[in-house]
């Protein structure tokens, strides 16, 4: 049976592209837990007779991991590490964040609509929308559902544009805030119970069980890898899910990602759309966090700084601290990456139910 590397020149252009891509997450730090691991899979399985990475019914190692994948098992995983390695309490401090997080899924659902209107099918909108929120489980585990096709295309995407936030979000958050509103200052976050912060992720998960169940998977690891953390007697089960079994997980997803990268379902004019989409999305996202803060501030009395919107897109914590840098370099005492981690975590949970509306509206 033929396997799904093969030779010629399609493969001696992927080769190229997965040692570029090696030297991106090694030598530029471009998100190198995964992007190491994708680089490899993918020079791994396009190597010239290389079965490493085979067709169902053969023995292909990475194939058994990429099934695992399809099956929509690792991504969650992953969840439960990012939970337990999460602090809910700058979002339990202020509630109001949620909706910047919300504001900031914009991105996934305006690219959806972009990539129907360029002729994608809805699995693969969906799939591609999802790269807007800058979250890379995510990504994976709503494309493996919907599009498996476009895997390594969308991993691609999602994982280098995650590197780029901090060069991406700058320009459009100063286009759209003044220098005034960048120097705003907010108080501090009032301290966050023990109760509160095990009650959270209880309630988190009830709420999105009711509503969008199909956010369960990836919301309801999640909350289990944070309520580890928070409960403060499952130090154990919180060590082990935020190292020992994420970095396993890690290793298993991005070699498997990236061995499904070959040349046939790879090197195509639709790759090229779907990485020019993720920076609509990005930009969609971040501009839909800004904007709802700059609304907001119409109505509070207490105006929120509108550079802790753009960290609603769940890169954490790096658009947190995108956030901060901006403020401080419009008011040296400004401190804002507390305030941006509400919106942040909160772009967490809001990209995990965004990809729970679209598997329960497109998948098959």
Avoid at 41 to 49: A, H, Q, T
Avoid at 234 to 263: E, F, K, P, W, Y
Avoid at 278 to 305: C, D, Q, R
């Amino acid at each position: 049976m033929d396997t799904l590397g093969g030779s010629g020149l399609g493969s001696l252009i992927m080769v190229a592209i997965a040692c570029g891509l090696l030297y991106l997450g090694i030598g530029k730090k471009f998100e190198p837990l995964l992007m190491v691991p994708i680089a490899f899979g993918m020079l791994l399985s396009n190597l010239p007779l290389s079965a490493i990475f085979a067709s169902e019914g053969d023995v292909g190692l990475l194939y058994y991991f990429y099934t695992l994948c399809r099956w929509g098992i690792l991504p969650p995983l992953i969840f439960m590490g990012v939970g337990a390695m999460t602090d809910f309490g700058p979002l339990i401090a202020n509630p109001k964040s949620l909706l910047l997080g919300a504001a900031a899924q914009l991105g996934i659902f305006a690219t959806f609509i972009g990539a129907i209107l360029l002729g994608f099918t809805a699995q693969e909108a969906g799939s591609i929308g999802i790269i807007g929120g800058a979250d890379g489980p995510t990504s994976i585990l709503v494309t493996s559902l919907l599009a498996p096709h476009r895997l390594a295309a969308v991993a691609v995407a999602a994982y280098s544009y995650m590197a780029l936030v901090p060069v991406i979000q700058p320009p459009i958050m100063r286009a759209l805030t003044t220098k005034k509103e960048r120097c705003i200052e907010m108080k501090q976050l009032r301290p966050v119970s023990r109760k509160e912060r095990i009650v959270f992720p209880i309630l988190v998960t009830i709420v999105v069980a009711l509503f969008v169940p199909d956010a369960i998977p990836l919301v309801g690891m999640l909350m289990l890898g944070n309520l580890f953390r928070e409960s403060g007697l499952t130090n154990r089960l919180s060590d082990t899910a935020q190292n020992n079994l994420c970095n396993i997980v890690t290793i298993l997803l991005g070699t498997a990602v990236g061995a499904s990268a070959t040349a046939e379902n790879f090197l195509r004019p639709e790759t090229l759309m779907i990485m020019l989409l993720g920076v609509v999305a990005f930009s969609f996202g971040t501009a839909g966090g800004v904007l709802l803060a700059k609304f907001m501030n119409l109505f509070l009395k207490e105006k929120i700084n509108p550079l802790i919107g753009s960290a609603g897109v769940s890169a954490v914590p790096m658009a947190a601290r995108v956030s901060q840098k901006e403020g401080q370099r419009a008011n040296p005492a400004n401190f804002l990456l507390m305030h941006a981690m509400g919106p942040n975590v909160a772009g967490v949970i809001g990209s995990a139910v965004a990809a729970g509306v679209l598997l329960s509206l497109f998948r098959v």
